[in-house]
């Protein structure tokens, strides 16, 4: 079992910074793809930004070159740097995880989400 913990939303300025953090625990041995999605109101839930176990990492078109995520493998944790926001980055944030158990069995996990407003 794994429980993501996830945490930076708030109100911004657009313009302004936000760092998001999620922090994985449990039962996880091996993390093969940890980032965050997206959904806002009547709109499907897309991909933000990923980071492979690896460090490789993945960016959608509309957030690449302002956000980056890194990570902290010795804790499981990863960071999402959001920089130059606009109002169209407002949505729930929700944090993934893809990894492996002791068996070397998939799993996926969801953060609860945290909410990023971009307004003046």
């Known amino acids: 079992q794994v429980q993501l913990l996830e945490s930076g939303g708030g109100l911004v300025q657009p313009g302004g910074s936000l760092t998001l953090s999620c922090a994985a625990s449990?039962?996880?041995?091996?993390?093969?793809?940890m980032g965050w999605y997206r959904q806002s109101p009547g709109k499907e839930r897309e991909l933000v930004a990923t980071?492979?176990?690896?460090?490789?990492?993945t960016y959608a078109d509309s957030v690449r070159g302002r956000f980056t995520i890194s990570g902290d493998s010795a804790k499981n944790t990863a960071f999402l740097r959001m920089n130059s926001l606009k109002p169209e980055d407002t949505a729930v944030y929700y944090c993934?995880?893809?990894?492996?158990?002791?068996?070397?069995?998939?799993?996926?996990?969801w953060g609860q989400g945290t909410l990023v407003t971009v307004s003046s």
């Open positions: 980071i492979t176990g690896g460090g490789i990492p």
């Open positions: 993934n995880l893809e990894g492996r158990d002791s068996t070397w069995r998939r799993m996926n996990y």
């Open positions: 449990g039962s996880i041995v091996s993390i093969d793809d």
